[in-house]
């Protein structure tokens, strides 16, 4: 039974970071690629950034890059998520998502992730 398990979120002023963390379990963690969204209130869940499987190829919404970026602990099975510059834009519940069988153009849709955490809650105050 896959599980992940999101922490780190919190309560920032503009320009702070944060680094979230999703540990999981009953997964060969680099056989998976693992995904970050987000969900801002009223709005539909939106693609963050991505590590496919088995490599490090990352990939990055446009309005996150340069400022976030995604790595993993394949022996620890924990996939982060190093947040810095925080804008008030990026408030929302963050979720970690996994799937071991996407195809690589289709790594920003929600839609192709298996596997879903909880989420956990970020805001940016201005």
């Known amino acids: 039974q896959v599980q992940l398990i999101e922490s780190g979120g919190g309560l920032v002023q503009v320009g702070r970071s944060l680094r979230l963390s999703c540990v999981a379990s009953?997964?060969?963690?680099?056989?998976?690629?693992m995904a970050w969204f987000r969900q801002a209130p009223g709005a539909e869940r939106a693609f963050v950034a991505a590590?496919?499987?088995?490599?490090?190829?990352?990939h990055y919404a446009d309005s996150v890059k340069g400022r976030f970026t995604i790595s993993r602990d394949n022996a620890k099975k924990t996939l982060y998520l190093e947040m810095n510059n925080l804008k008030p834009e990026d408030t929302g519940i963050y979720y970690c998502?996994?799937?071991?069988?996407?195809?690589?153009?289709?790594?920003?849709?929600?839609?192709?992730?298996?596997?879903w955490g909880q989420g956990t809650q970020v805001s940016v105050s201005s």
């Open positions: 998502a996994a799937d071991s069988t996407l195809i690589l153009s289709s790594i920003r849709a929600s839609r192709s992730y298996d596997y």
């Open positions: 009953g997964l060969a963690h680099n056989r998976y690629t």
């Open positions: 590590l496919f499987r088995g490599g490090s190829s990352t």
